[in-house]
């Protein structure tokens, strides 16, 4: 999702770009990505890469993700290293920051207390990424940076119910109660967790210019700045599905934490702005996953 996103922002600004995917390349594998870079030798990379999931994957299978990210990240920077790429740009996780964080969550608030349980693997693998870009900027001189999004959402989302985030997870659950004429849908938690939403294109769009004009081993947050409670995401995605049944929620399942919402001044100081509000963003993206199901493109 992520790197398609970017891959068209760098596109429509007449750049070159060499889309990688598990396809093409094992990141895990270090001989493979060092190959693969040396021969490509590209002058920016853009690690959009990781094994990623919901509170349900990230709590079952914390060695997977925590293995499995540090491989990816740790290989893709040695081989860019080594290749000679000028701008490396590191994309992390809001879930970084500690659980019982002061909110809008700042950049320097990072290590300043413990993590959320549920996903504290994968937390623990993009502060080692930040700390990885910190250590190369710091012994070789070069221009890497960190950018850290929040929720994100969008086209080619991962709508599995057993691995994805909670708004491609909503998304589905009500398109197909649509379908199917259920008279309720019941949901994770208490749906009191406030969250804030960013579409893939925007993130793109702070990529681009992040990766022009800065240049800092601060990392920089990525998000709307807005709040929103996963309740009233609900209501807004049943509305926007056309779904008129009860909505129940399953307090036996973990919330997470219960409040994080990003503060983007630094990133908005560079001139970045979302253009993608919510209602838009999520319109488009139930359309697009309507389509995509229809033609069997879906990550289901």
Not at 127 to 156: D, F, H, Q
Not at 221 to 245: C, F, R
Request: glycine residues 8%; hydrophobic residues 40%; proline residues 4%.
């Amino acid at each position: 999702m992520a790197g398609s996103a970017i891959s068209r922002a760098f596109r429509d600004k007449g750049s070159d770009v060499e889309i990688v995917n598990r396809s093409i390349l094992d990141l895990r594998d270090s001989e493979a990505t060092n190959n693969f870079l040396k021969a490509l030798k590209p002058k920016v990379v853009i690690d959009a890469a990781a094994r990623v999931g919901g509170i349900g994957a990230n709590d079952s299978k914390p060695v997977r993700f925590l293995t499995e990210n540090l491989l990816i990240q740790n290989n893709l920077m040695k081989a860019a290293f080594l290749a000679g790429v000028e701008k490396f740009v590191f994309l992390g996780s809001s879930c970084i920051y500690p659980k019982n964080c002061l909110q809008p969550i700042k950049e320097e608030y990072l290590m300043t207390g413990p993590l959320e349980s549920t996903n504290s693997s994968y937390a623990v693998a993009k502060i080692a990424g930040i700390e990885m870009v910190n250590s190369y900027r710091k012994e070789y001189g070069v221009n890497w940076i960190s950018l850290m999004p929040t929720n994100l959402y969008g086209p080619r989302d991962n709508f599995n119910l057993q691995e994805s985030h909670v708004l491609p997870a909503l998304i589905r659950k009500f398109v197909e109660a649509v379908a199917s004429r259920e008279s309720s849908v019941t949901l994770w938690g208490s749906g009191l967790p406030l969250r804030d939403f960013l579409h893939v294109d925007d993130l793109a769009s702070a990529v681009v210019l992040a990766s022009e004009k800065y240049d800092g081993s601060m990392h920089l947050n990525v998000g709307s700045g807005q709040e929103l409670s996963i309740s009233n995401l609900a209501l807004l995605i049943a509305d926007l599905t056309g779904y008129s049944g009860e909505i129940r929620w399953d307090t036996s399942r973990p919330d997470g934490t219960l409040r994080k919402v990003l503060d983007v001044t630094r990133i908005s100081s560079l001139g970045w702005r979302p253009a993608i509000t919510l209602s838009e963003g999520i319109g488009s993206t139930i359309d697009w996953f309507n389509t995509a199901v229809s033609n069997g493109e879906a990550r289901l």
